[in-house]
C-alpha cells in the first residue's frame, strides 16, 4: 500500500459515496485507482475533478490523441510513473506506440513542450515557447497552460500518495 488508502465502494463514507455518484454521472466508466485515492476527501477529489473538463476542453481544440501525447511528455519528464503508465496504455488502446509515435507538426511540438514543462516549467526555452505562440491562439494556450498545471498537480499527487501503475493488459 502507498501513502494513502485507495478505498473500494464499502469504504467511501456518505460523502465521497455522493461525490462518486456525481462524477459519475458525468464520466460513466470505472473510477482509476487515483480517483479512489483523492476520494479520501471529497473537497480534494471535486478539486481533482475539475482536470477532467479541462482536458476535455483541450481536446476539443488539440484532439483527443495530441492531449494524450502532451500528457505522457510531461508525465514522464516530472517523472510520474502512475500518470505516465496511464497515458501509455491509452496511446496503446489506441493503436499507438507510445515509446514512438508517428505525429504531426502540432503533435510533435506538444510533445516537445510537454517534455520541457514536465523537466522544468521555468525554463522552458524561449523558443519553444516562440513556436507554442505561433501555432496556437491565446485562447488555447490559456487551456494548454491551465491544463499543464493540473497535470503537474496530478503527477504530485500520484507521487505524494506512491500510487502503483496499473496492471496493464498487454502480453
Known sequence: MGFLPVPSDHDLSA????ARNRFSDEHPGPLSTLDRALLNNVTVFEAYARWYDVKDELEALVGERAVTLFSLALSRAVPAPY?????????????DDPVNPQVTEAEGLLLEWGRAVGADPSHVPAELVGRVEQTFKPATRAVLAGYAGLMFAVCVFSLVAQLEPEPTTDA
Request: hydrophobic share 45%; glycine share 18%; no cysteine.
Open 15 to 18: 460523502d465521497a459515496v455522493a
Open 83 to 95: 500518470p505516465t503508465a496511464f497515458f501509455e496504455g491509452a496511446l496503446r488502446d489506441g493503436g
